[in-house]
Protein backbone atom coordinates (compact mmCIF):
# COMPACT_ATOMS: atom_id res chain seq x y z
CA UNK A 1 0.00 0.00 0.00
CA UNK A 2 1.22 3.50 -0.70
CA UNK A 3 0.56 6.30 1.14
CA UNK A 4 1.29 9.80 -0.16
CA UNK A 5 0.31 13.39 1.53
CA UNK A 6 0.43 16.83 0.41
CA UNK A 7 -0.31 19.98 1.78
CA UNK A 8 -1.82 23.03 -0.43
CA UNK A 9 -1.62 26.71 0.69
CA UNK A 10 -4.53 28.97 0.10
CA UNK A 11 -5.44 32.44 0.93
CA UNK A 12 -9.07 33.73 2.23
CA UNK A 13 -9.96 36.52 1.52
CA UNK A 14 -13.41 37.38 3.86
CA UNK A 15 -14.40 36.85 7.63
CA UNK A 16 -16.43 33.53 6.24
CA UNK A 17 -15.46 32.29 2.89
CA UNK A 18 -15.84 28.60 1.57
CA UNK A 19 -13.84 27.48 -1.26
CA UNK A 20 -13.99 24.70 -3.48
CA UNK A 21 -10.74 23.04 -3.25
CA UNK A 22 -12.42 19.34 -5.21
CA UNK A 23 -10.18 20.11 -8.30
CA UNK A 24 -6.71 20.46 -6.07
CA UNK A 25 -7.76 17.19 -4.71
CA UNK A 26 -8.37 15.44 -8.14
CA UNK A 27 -5.54 16.70 -9.34
CA UNK A 28 -3.03 15.11 -6.39
CA UNK A 29 -5.17 11.76 -6.93
CA UNK A 30 -4.34 11.70 -10.71
CA UNK A 31 -0.85 12.17 -9.79
CA UNK A 32 -0.01 9.57 -7.02
CA UNK A 33 -1.44 7.15 -9.69
CA UNK A 34 -3.52 5.29 -6.54
CA UNK A 35 -6.39 3.34 -8.51
CA UNK A 36 -8.27 1.42 -5.41
CA UNK A 37 -8.35 3.26 -1.35
CA UNK A 38 -9.10 6.09 0.46
CA UNK A 39 -8.04 10.22 0.39
CA UNK A 40 -8.50 11.88 3.68
CA UNK A 41 -8.69 15.72 3.49
CA UNK A 42 -7.93 17.93 7.06
CA UNK A 43 -7.54 21.34 8.17
CA UNK A 44 -5.07 21.88 10.98
CA UNK A 45 -6.84 25.11 11.93
CA UNK A 46 -9.49 25.40 14.93
CA UNK A 47 -11.28 28.05 12.95
CA UNK A 48 -11.23 26.30 9.66
CA UNK A 49 -13.40 22.83 8.01
CA UNK A 50 -13.40 21.15 5.33
CA UNK A 51 -16.76 19.40 4.51
CA UNK A 52 -18.79 18.03 1.02
CA UNK A 53 -21.61 19.40 -0.49
CA UNK A 54 -23.55 20.65 -3.67
CA UNK A 55 -20.98 22.30 -6.05
CA UNK A 56 -23.52 22.77 -8.52
CA UNK A 57 -25.44 26.30 -7.22
CA UNK A 58 -23.23 28.81 -5.73
CA UNK A 59 -26.17 29.99 -3.88
CA UNK A 60 -25.88 26.66 -2.23
CA UNK A 61 -22.28 28.29 -0.41
CA UNK A 62 -23.85 31.35 0.75
CA UNK A 63 -26.77 29.68 2.56
CA UNK A 64 -24.24 27.38 4.92
CA UNK A 65 -22.73 30.82 6.09
CA UNK A 66 -26.01 32.31 6.36
CA UNK A 67 -26.97 29.17 8.36
CA UNK A 68 -23.91 28.58 10.36
CA UNK A 69 -23.75 32.24 11.23
CA UNK A 70 -27.75 32.12 12.52
CA UNK A 71 -26.71 29.34 14.40
CA UNK A 72 -23.70 30.44 16.00
CA UNK A 73 -23.50 34.29 16.26
CA UNK A 74 -21.28 36.55 17.66
CA UNK A 75 -22.07 36.98 21.49
CA UNK A 76 -20.68 39.80 23.63
CA UNK A 77 -20.74 36.64 26.23
CA UNK A 78 -18.06 34.46 24.86
CA UNK A 79 -14.73 35.00 26.76
CA UNK A 80 -12.58 34.13 24.13
CA UNK A 81 -10.03 36.81 23.85
CA UNK A 82 -9.40 36.71 20.14
CA UNK A 83 -12.48 37.41 19.70
CA UNK A 84 -13.31 34.09 17.71
CA UNK A 85 -15.51 32.18 19.36
CA UNK A 86 -18.21 31.70 16.69
CA UNK A 87 -15.74 30.47 14.52
CA UNK A 88 -14.63 28.00 16.83
CA UNK A 89 -18.10 26.77 17.36
CA UNK A 90 -18.46 26.55 13.52
CA UNK A 91 -15.58 24.59 12.77
CA UNK A 92 -16.16 22.52 15.34
CA UNK A 93 -19.80 21.68 13.95
CA UNK A 94 -18.52 21.57 9.84
CA UNK A 95 -15.69 18.91 11.71
CA UNK A 96 -11.85 19.36 10.02
CA UNK A 97 -12.01 16.34 7.61
CA UNK A 98 -13.70 14.65 5.58
CA UNK A 99 -12.91 10.94 4.00
CA UNK A 100 -13.34 10.07 0.42
CA UNK A 101 -13.20 6.44 -0.98
CA UNK A 102 -11.40 5.62 -4.50
CA UNK A 103 -12.41 3.42 -7.11
CA UNK A 104 -10.50 3.15 -10.38
CA UNK A 105 -8.55 6.16 -9.89
CA UNK A 106 -11.39 8.47 -8.71
CA UNK A 107 -13.39 10.10 -6.04
CA UNK A 108 -16.23 7.91 -5.45
CA UNK A 109 -18.35 10.93 -4.80
CA UNK A 110 -22.01 11.94 -6.15
CA UNK A 111 -22.43 13.63 -8.73
CA UNK A 112 -23.27 17.52 -7.12
CA UNK A 113 -20.82 16.97 -4.55
CA UNK A 114 -17.88 19.07 -4.54
CA UNK A 115 -14.89 19.37 -1.43
CA UNK A 116 -14.93 22.66 0.24
CA UNK A 117 -12.36 24.77 2.66
CA UNK A 118 -14.15 26.56 5.08
CA UNK A 119 -12.78 29.86 6.68
CA UNK A 120 -14.80 30.82 9.56
CA UNK A 121 -12.15 33.36 11.02
CA UNK A 122 -10.47 35.27 7.83
CA UNK A 123 -8.97 36.51 5.88
CA UNK A 124 -5.89 34.35 6.25
CA UNK A 125 -3.16 32.10 4.96
CA UNK A 126 -4.43 29.08 5.41
CA UNK A 127 -3.78 25.14 4.32
CA UNK A 128 -5.20 21.98 4.12
CA UNK A 129 -4.05 18.47 4.11
CA UNK A 130 -4.44 15.95 1.16
CA UNK A 131 -3.39 12.32 2.40
CA UNK A 132 -4.21 9.15 -0.28
CA UNK A 133 -3.61 5.57 0.91
CA UNK A 134 -4.18 3.15 -1.25
CA UNK A 135 -2.98 0.99 -4.27
Known sequence: MKILKKTVNLKTHTNQEILEITDEVRKFLKESRIEEG???????????????????????????ILGLEKAFPDDPKFKHMEGNAS???????????????????????????????????????RKFIIQIMGE
Open 87 to 125: GHLKAINVGNSVSIPLEKGLLDMGIWQGIFFCDFDGPRE
Open 38 to 64: LVTVYSPHTTAGILINENADPDVLEDL
